[in-house]
Nanobody, 126 residues
Framework: QVQLVESGGGLVQAGDSLRLSCAAS????????MGWFRQAPGKEREFVAA????????SYADSVKGRFTIARDKAKNTVYLQMNSLKPEDTAVYYC???????????????????WGQGTQVTVSS
């Protein structure tokens, strides 16, 4: 099993930056890929960013490309989501997730992920 705990959310203004963290425990951190997803009120959970087991491959949703950066720190068993130039439409609960079956890929498919954190709220005011 993998346990995931997100942190770093909050209330910011448009144009500001935030860095989300996701601390992982359980299985060996380098044995699985990681992803970030988000869910706004009344909407389905959507893909934001993903990173493979080594950090050599990343994927981003078009809506965040160029503004968000995903990274992982093996020493800290933590994956990060650096969010710059935030927009009101980025407001959502952000979830990190672990994907165990294809760790070499930065998987974008929500159904492929096996473990999920509890989420952290990000609110961007205009």
């Amino acid at each position: 099993q993998v346990q995931l705990v997100e942190s770093g959310g909050g209330l910011v203004q448009a144009g500001d930056s935030l860095r989300l963290s996701c601390a992982a425990s359980g299985r060996t951190f380098s044995s699985y890929a990681m992803g970030w997803f988000r869910q706004a009120p009344g909407k389905e959970r959507e893909f934001v960013a993903a990173i493979n087991w080594s950090g050599s491959s990343t994927s981003y949703a078009d809506s965040v490309k160029g503004r968000f950066t995903i990274a992982r720190d093996k020493a800290k068993n933590t994956v990060y989501l650096q969010m710059n130039s935030l927009k009101p439409e980025d407001t959502a609960v952000y979830y990190c997730a672990a994907e165990l079956n294809s760790p070499r890929r930065a998987t974008t498919t929500r159904a492929s992920y096996d473990y999920w954190g509890q989420g952290t709220q990000v609110t961007v005011s205009s």
